[in-house]
């Protein structure tokens, strides 16, 4: 079992920055990759970003690329999202989860074990 804790959204003017935290505690947490990804009102849950468990590889998703870095401390247990340029589309809950290795694509909600409770992030025009 995987306690993920979420962090650090809040409300920025566009053009701003944030930094999200998610700290993971329990069994073998460094042994997961570790995602991030949000939902806006109305909407489906959407991938943003994932590291791989040693963080050898990071990808995002389009519409972030350039503007968000995804990074994790593994002697803290916490993975990172540095958001900057936000946008007014960047507004929603955003929550991190965790995945098994081997355990599907990145990209897919449905292939992450555990989830943080999730963190707003309003950006106003």
């Known amino acids: 079992q995987v306690q993920l804790v979420g962090s650090g959204g809040g409300l920025v003017q566009a053009g701003g920055s944030l930094r999200l935290s998610c700290t993971a505690s329990?069994?073998?947490?460094?042994?997961?990759?570790m995602g991030w990804f949000r939902q806006a009102p109305g909407k489906g849950r959407e991938f943003v970003a994932v590291?791989?468990?040693?963080?050898?590889?990071?990808d995002y998703a389009e519409s972030v690329k350039g503007r968000f870095t995804i990074s994790r401390d593994n002697a803290k247990n916490t993975v990172y999202l540095q958001m900057n340029s936000l946008k007014p589309e960047d507004t929603a809950a955003y929550y991190c989860?965790?995945?098994?290795?081997?355990?599907?694509?990145?990209?897919?909600?449905?292939?992450?074990?555990?989830w943080g409770q999730g963190t707003q992030v309003t950006v106003s025009a």
């Open positions: 989860a965790a995945q098994l290795i081997g355990g599907g694509s990145y990209y897919n909600a449905e292939s992450y074990n555990y």
């Open positions: 329990g069994r073998a947490s460094r042994s997961y990759n």
């Open positions: 590291i791989t468990s040693s963080g050898g590889r990071r």
